[in-house]
């Protein structure tokens, strides 16, 4: 097995659950926001925060890492304020 792939289950029934817990709270009424950005935004900062922290706050690294750019990680910390 490939050591970058991870078990989908388990990451994805985190998300699953989140996600059943968040419509459950709804009520029946429809999401205020566009959904696939509010969960990519709630996924996207705590990975950066945790692959800056594997690599010791080295950016290219991380960027490695992640498979982006160094630019994009620096935008995207400054998006999520992570300087």
Do not use: W
């Amino acid at each position: 097995m490939n050591s970058c792939v991870i078990d989908e289950n388990d990451m994805a029934r985190h998300v699953r659950k989140s996600l059943k817990e968040y419509f459950r709270d709804l009520d029946g009424e429809d999401p205020c926001c566009n959904m696939y950005d509010m969960v990519m935004n709630c996924v996207e900062k705590p990975l950066i925060e945790l692959v800056l922290e594997q690599v010791g706050g080295n950016q290219t690294r991380a960027a490695e890492m992640l498979g982006i750019n160094r630019n994009t990680l620096r935008k995207k910390m400054q998006l999520h304020n992570l300087d």
